[in-house]
C-alpha cells in the first residue's frame, strides 16, 4: 500500500496531548485530597466566547464520556475532550501560585494571541 508524504501542515502540528506539569500534578492532588470524591479528575475544554475568541474552561469531574482523552502525570489525570483537543494540542497546564493569584494556566503553542488574564485565545 503506498502512502503519502506528509504535508507541510502535519509535519509542524503539535502532538495530540496536553500534559500537567510536576506543579500542577500536585496541586491537583491537593485539590483530590481535599475532595473526597472517588476518581476525580481536572476537566479542560475549550468554549467560544472571552476576549480573543476562544476560552479555557478548567472543572473537576468524576467522568471519562465517549470522546474524551485522558492525560495522567504522577498519579492526577487531565481530561480533555477531542473537540478541545483540536485546540490545545501540544498545549501544557501548569499551576502559578503568585502574589496576586493562585491559578492553573495553559501554555497553548496554538495560540496566536491571549487576553491580558491569559483565560482566552485565539487561533
Known amino acids: 500500500m503506498d502512502t503519502l508524504p506528509p504535508t507541510m501542515a502535519e509535519e509542524t502540528a503539535p502532538p495530540r496531548v496536553v500534559s500537567l506539569t510536576a506543579s500542577a500534578a500536585r496541586r491537583l492532588a491537593e485539590i483530590v485530597a481535599a475532595d ?3 476518581g476525580l479528575m481536572l476537566r479542560l475544554s ?9 476560552q479555557y474552561q478548567f472543572s473537576l469531574d ?12 504522577d498519579g492526577q489525570k ?4 477531542e ?4 485546540l490545545l494540542a501540544g498545549s501544557e497546564v501548569d499551576y502559578e501560585d503568585g502574589l496576586m493569584a493562585a491559578h ?11 487576553c491580558g488574564c491569559g483565560t482566552s485565545f485565539s487561533v
Not at 46 to 54: L, M, N, R, T
Open 36 to 38: 473526597g470524591r472517588e
Open 46 to 54: 475549550v468554549a467560544g466566547g472571552g476576549c480573543s475568541g476562544f
Open 62 to 73: 468524576t467522568a471519562v464520556n465517549a470522546d474524551d482523552r485522558v492525560f495522567e502525570r
Open 78 to 81: 487531565l481530561v480533555v475532550d
Open 83 to 86: 473537540v478541545s483537543l483540536d
Open 104 to 114: 492553573f494556566t495553559v501554555r497553548n503553542p496554538n495560540a496566536t494571541a491571549s
